[in-house]
């Protein structure tokens, strides 16, 4: 069974600061996604990435793929509050999405 | 511009009782997935579906669960005789086509509660 692993489990980081999110998955795929999940919330979708080294921004997120290390970063730049949410990658080989373990993120004033 | 709807969002059932959740699709979407979250976790598939058929339930418990897709009308997870451990969030998530690129986008999810 494809396992998908994020570490760290929980990040509380200040305002302003820089920090990296990683996911790492067990069996060969070209698809990762990344959701936001607020408390009590259904998953957002923030990212897809599809290819070997692709890279893509939004705002203060930026996630990338390495599909080779079989892994997937989402880096977070100058934090902000609004930010504090639960962060999933998932991996999508076929039809159903392997989900990590999730990321729990607070940002502190 | 509706995304997916799930309903009910919250379900409080006693031990024995029967849950119904129901989950409509994205418009123009054909494909249905369920998952499973269990609190501080991830979600876990269960099932995926398209209309009338079960295309994969490699992830749902073999008795008690079962769900369906109708030609007409919200894919439905029913859960027979609920027991406390399967208190969790359920998801239903919807794509427009399966095993591509194409990313699935999520309901708001029904919480159950047994009791």
């Known amino acids: 069974e494809l396992k998908v692993e994020q570490n760290p489990l929980f990040l509380s980081m200040q305002e302003g600061k820089n920090y990296t999110i990683y996911c790492n998955y067990s069996t060969t795929s070209d698809r990762l996604y990344w959701y936001r999940q607020d408390p009590g919330k259904s998953l957002e979708s923030l990212f897809v990435?599809?290819?070997?080294?692709a890279v893509k921004q939004e705002g203060r997120l930026m996630a990338s793929l390495d599909t080779k290390a079989r892994l997937s970063t989402l880096h977070i730049t100058a934090a902000v509050h609004d930010l504090s949410a639960t962060y999933f990658c998932?991996?999508?080989?076929?039809?159903?999405?392997?989900f990590g373990t999730g990321t729990s993120l607070t940002v502190i004033p | 511009n509706a995304g997916v709807m799930q309903n009910p969002r919250h379900l409080v059932r006693r031990r024995g009782q029967e849950a119904r959740l129901r989950c409509s699709p994205m418009k123009g979407h054909s494909h249905v997935y369920w998952y499973r979250q269990l609190p501080e976790e991830g979600l876990k598939f269960m099932v995926y579906l398209q209309k009338e058929n079960i295309i994969d339930e490699s992830g749902m418990p073999k008795e008690r669960f079962s769900a369906e897709f109708p030609k007409e009308g919200p894919s439905i997870l029913r859960i027979q005789q609920v027991v406390r451990g399967d208190s969790a969030a359920y998801f239903c998530a919807s794509s427009s086509l399966s095993g591509s690129s194409e990313t699935q986008y999520f309901g708001p999810g029904t919480r159950l509660l047994v009791l």
């Open positions: 998932a991996v999508g080989p076929g039809n159903q999405f392997y």
């Open positions: 990435l599809l290819s070997n080294g």
